[in-house]
């Protein structure tokens, strides 16, 4: 069994940065499928930052050219570099894994197929005032 826990969300303002932090502990031994996935009172959990295990990556349209997911595999931590935020960047982000990759980040994306990411962290807060 795998935990996700998520750090560095805050407050910032409008063009600000935050980088976020997803350390991985437990059953640590595989190249998971994980990402980034945010979600706002009242919408869908969405996709912003997704990773399949060949390190290919996929990126929401609202943040293409503003946020970088990134992992270091050999500590089991993934990154969410934020630039440029925006108010409607403001979400509770969560990391979170396939234990079995099924679904292809693209897809996670696109379309929130979301249902083969069964391993969540807990959240961490962003908020970005105008």
């Known amino acids: 069994q795998v935990q996700l826990v998520e750090s560095g969300g805050g407050s910032v303002e409008t063009g600000g940065s935050l980088n976020l932090s997803c350390v991985a502990s437990?059953?640590?031994?595989?190249?998971?499928?994980w990402g980034w996935f945010r979600q706002v009172p009242g919408k869908e959990r969405e996709g912003v930052a997704v990773?399949?295990?060949?390190?290919?990556?996929s990126y929401a349209d609202s943040v293409k050219g503003r946020f970088t997911v990134s992992e270091d595999y050999t500590k089991y931590i993934l990154f969410l570099q934020m630039n440029n935020l925006k108010p409607d960047d403001a979400a509770m982000y969560y990391c979170?894994?396939?234990?079995?990759?099924?679904?292809?980040?693209?897809?996670?994306?696109?379309?929130?197929?979301?249902?083969?990411?069964?391993?969540w962290g807990q959240g961490t807060q962003v908020t970005v005032s105008s």
């Open positions: 437990g059953d640590t031994h595989r190249t998971y499928c």
């Open positions: 990773i399949d295990s060949d390190g290919s990556q």
């Open positions: 979170a894994l396939q234990p079995v990759c099924l679904t292809p980040a693209r897809e996670a994306v696109a379309s929130g197929a979301l249902t083969d990411y069964t391993v």
